[in-house]
């Protein structure tokens, strides 16, 4: 079965620093997406980026990029220039071309003004 | 991206009765949707996959007979929560897969908090 962890239950930031958030995944799939969401107090998931694992290159979405190892098995979402609507709760989530999406535990990012 | 709608976005009920959450696909036709359970501070937890015009796949530990789901169309899919109880009392989020995006990516309602009393 496929497992993601989140290995970091909190993290805070300073408003416009830089912030990276862990992941790792357990799969023996060669052929898989990974996601990350955020969920901010109103509850609502928010695609925040997503990574084909087919693809060499790091998907970058304007301040959010990520860092991925295939063969790590790490998938870390770093946010540049953070801001205060950054802060939420972080979900990194796996999913294979057969099975439904796995979600990590989540990280709750704070962002200090 | 796509836009997924849920309806009622919350409910309170009376322990014994039924209640029914509606998940729309808005601009996008999907053969699956996901129902999801969320407890306060955790993760989502997946109930179960709804594929349309076919029964739904359960995962393991969650009542079929206690959570019912109808995917009757393209763009809908139900979650009837059947003479619900307290321990019921929790964020449903739906999600549906749009199969146009790399990747087939889920997009998620705004979820709907039950509430019973």
């Known amino acids: 079965a496929q497992t993601v962890t989140q290995s970091q239950p909190e993290m805070s930031v300073q408003e416009a620093e830089t912030v990276t958030l862990s992941c790792t995944y357990d799969?023996?799939?060669?052929?898989?997406?990974l996601f990350w969401y955020k969920q901010p107090p109103s509850r609502q998931m928010i695609l925040v980026i997503r990574?084909?694992?087919?693809?060499?290159q790091n998907a970058t979405e304007n301040r959010f990029s990520v860092n991925f190892q295939k063969a790590a098995k790490s998938f870390s979402l770093k946010i540049s220039d953070s801001q205060l609507g950054d802060a939420a709760m972080y979900f990194c989530?796996?999913?294979?071309?057969?099975?439904?999406?796995?979600f990590g535990a989540g990280t709750r990012l704070t962002v200090k003004p | 991206g796509a836009v997924v709608s849920q309806h009622p976005s919350r409910v309170i009920c009376k322990s014994g009765t039924s209640v029914k959450i509606e998940c729309r696909s808005l601009?996008?036709?999907?053969?699956?949707m996901f129902w999801y359970r969320q407890f306060p501070k955790q993760s989502l937890m997946l109930m179960a996959t709804?594929?349309?015009?076919?029964?739904?796949?359960?995962e393991q530990g969650v009542e079929k007979d206690k959570f019912l789901i109808n995917h009757a169309s393209l763009t809908l899919s139900t979650l009837t929560v059947t003479s619900a109880h307290p321990e019921d009392s929790s964020f449903y989020i739906c999600?549906?897969?749009?199969?146009?995006?790399?990747?087939?990516?889920?997009?998620f309602g705004p979820g709907t908090r039950l509430l019973v009393l």
């Open positions: 799969t023996s799939e060669s052929d898989y997406y």
């Open positions: 601009d996008f036709q999907a053969t699956t």
């Open positions: 990574q084909e694992a087919y693809k060499q």
């Open positions: 989530a796996y999913r294979s071309s057969l099975n439904d999406m796995r």
């Open positions: 999600s549906a897969r749009d199969r146009r995006t790399a990747g087939e990516t889920q997009y």
């Open positions: 709804s594929n349309e015009g076919s029964k739904a796949t359960y």
